[in-house]
């Protein structure tokens, strides 16, 4: 039994290899940050979520430190059955009141928020309609529901509203990502708000691209636009991009977050987030609030490296955040850039399909607070300098 798995499971590894589709992981082997170890070799790292340089943050990490002396290491056991620290417990208070909502809730991972939260909130008879290009765990949690699941042309108004018109009966629950993670561009959240009110859906966000980054104060797309829980009822964000550390929330009314305490099975039926992580982003969420600069330096960044792309004429998405995909449209090729710019000393991601849609191979290249301008403009060249090599190769 196991020797005829093995083989047929070879045979599709085989033919992701020929496909040029094969994933590898690297051994990181130092704290996260600008600069990093992988593989015994020093690179500067532009592949991290953690855009404002808080994961290796000295009160962020102090924080923990004391965290783990209070508390321990693990929390034990479910929120239910005595996993709810006082840590969780301030956290959700002071996420609640950063997001302007009366309630947050604390999830282990944004995986499992996005796929509880849709599943508690929908059942048979009910709609799921999701942008195209919504992360896997909402496409996930709209399949693992028993809901009817539609998926709307990417930030398309006119193509949502359509679909919402034909719906008849059954709760409508619109699903989309705040800032898409592939292509770094933002969802229209105002038109989404509005359509949504006028056919009677609720609207659900997963901004977890956007909290830290966007906002005066951090706080994501919502705040960019200015959309309260009334506009926006259903707000999704993790910790372990803008705040440095590990974990998700979904933010909402008191209804709302009863609902997922009662219903939602990845809330339930897991052990709690470590006390000593909410205590470590308690310190972070202060500092992301208070020290502007880093958002400010962001995109001093963001222009910088845009305008050095485009000048050795690369093609870029529209993206005004610290996702900024480098279109190269060829999966080897792709590839081969990727691999080429790890050995020279610099780290991107090489996203390719099914991750991406054909045809629509690129270099994700993610920028952070800790980033020197002398960085950026390194990468610029080695990019320009690595496919000048390929291509002369191939000639």
Known sequence: MSSSMDQQLQLRLTQRRSDNLYRQRHLLQSAQNSIVQ???????????????????????????????????????????????????????????????????????TGYMANLGTIRALVEKGDHVLEDRLNHASLLDGGMASDARCQRYHHSDIADLAKRLAKIESGRKLVVTDGVFSMDGDLAPLPELAQTCRQHDAWLMVDDAHGFGVLGESGGGLAEHHHLGVDELPILMGTLGKGFGTFGAFVAGSDALVETLIQFARTYIYTTALPPAVAAATRISLKILRRETWRREKLQSLIARFRSGIRDIGLELMDSPTPIQPVLLHDDALCYQVGESLRTKGFLVGAIRPPTVPVGS????????AEHTEDQVDALVDAIDRTLTELRGQTS
Do not use: M
């Open 38 to 108: 992988v593989d015994g070799k020093t690179c500067v790292a532009f592949c991290s979520n953690d855009y404002l340089g808080l994961a290796s943050h000295p009160a962020v990490i102090d924080s923990f430190r004391r965290g783990v002396e209070t508390y321990g290491v693990g929390s034990g056991a479910s929120h239910l059955i005595y996993g709810h620290s006082q840590e969780h417990h301030a956290l959700e208070e002071e996420l609640a009141a950063f997001t302007g909502r009366p309630r947050a809730l604390l999830f282990s």
């Open 361 to 368: 191979a690129r270099l994700r290249v993610t920028l952070c």
